[in-house]
């Protein structure tokens, strides 16, 4: 069992800056973590993903070049520093993981049923 917990959500203007954070714990982090994010009346969404050993990253095209995912391995935690935020980045960001291997996981990172233990979410507002 991984119990995941965000952290660092907030409103924030255009053009502004967040970390998120998502602290997991009950089992070391093995394959991979993602950062998923649902705006209201919308479906869930991948916005990036890293693979633990390695660092290999893979980013959503519209993140791309304003945010960045990154791992602190000894702590089992994730980050995701967004810059340049915009109003359509609005939604409640969610961290995921998968518990055990699976195969080709690395070619559906951006995939959320690829993940298995999934965080309650941080609110990201962003307003113009």
């Known amino acids: 069992q991984v119990h995941l917990v965000e952290s660092g959500g907030g409103s924030v203007q255009a053009g502004g800056s967040l970390r998120l954070n998502c602290a997991a714990s009950?089992?070391?982090?093995?394959?991979?973590m993602g950062w998923f994010r649902q705006a209201p009346g919308k479906e869930r969404e991948f916005v990036a993903a890293i693979v633990w050993i390695g660092g290999r990253t893979t980013y959503a095209d519209s993140v791309k070049g304003r945010f960045s995912i990154s791992r602190d391995s000894a702590k089992n935690t994730l980050y995701l520093q967004m810059d340049s935020l915009k109003p359509e980045d609005t939604a409640l960001y969610s961290c995921?993981?998968?518990?055990?291997?699976?195969?080709?996981?690395?070619?559906?990172?951006?995939?959320?049923?690829?993940?298995?233990?999934w965080g309650q979410g941080t609110p990201v507002t962003v307003s113009s």
């Open positions: 009950g089992r070391t982090i093995r394959y991979a």
């Open positions: 995921a993981t998968l518990g055990r291997y699976v195969s080709d996981y690395e070619r559906r990172l951006w995939s959320k049923d690829t993940y298995e233990y």
